[in-house]
């Protein structure tokens, strides 16, 4: 189970923990509390900070990719535009050496 604190920075995930607002519980068994609200957005009601909670357990967010992972998709985005730019690289060769051999059929050159 989240946090009151936690639930907060699923709706408001920029906000900073003492200092936009602060979570207090007085141990006298009512639980966690929002004792202070400092953002310029309404304070979330207990529904809406419910209800963040439960959409977070239905639909989590994907884990973060490890660096390997990130490096190998990168490595893998980049050897395909290098392929792709020696195709196009092949073909204005080749464009070239036509233009060339029009130009000296027409004793341009």
Known sequence: MFSLSQKIQLIYPDAKPLVDYIVMDELDNRGEFIAEWNLDVPQPSAEELE???EEYQT?????????????????ADLSFQVMVLEGE?????QE?????????MKEVI
């Open 96 to 104: 070239q050496a036509d233009l060339a051999f029009q130009l000296m």
């Open 51 to 53: 209800a963040a909670w």
């Open 59 to 75: 639909n989590p967010p994907e884990p973060p990719k490890n660096i390997d992972e990130i490096l190998l998709q990168e490595n």
């Open 89 to 93: 690289q092949v073909q204005l060769k």
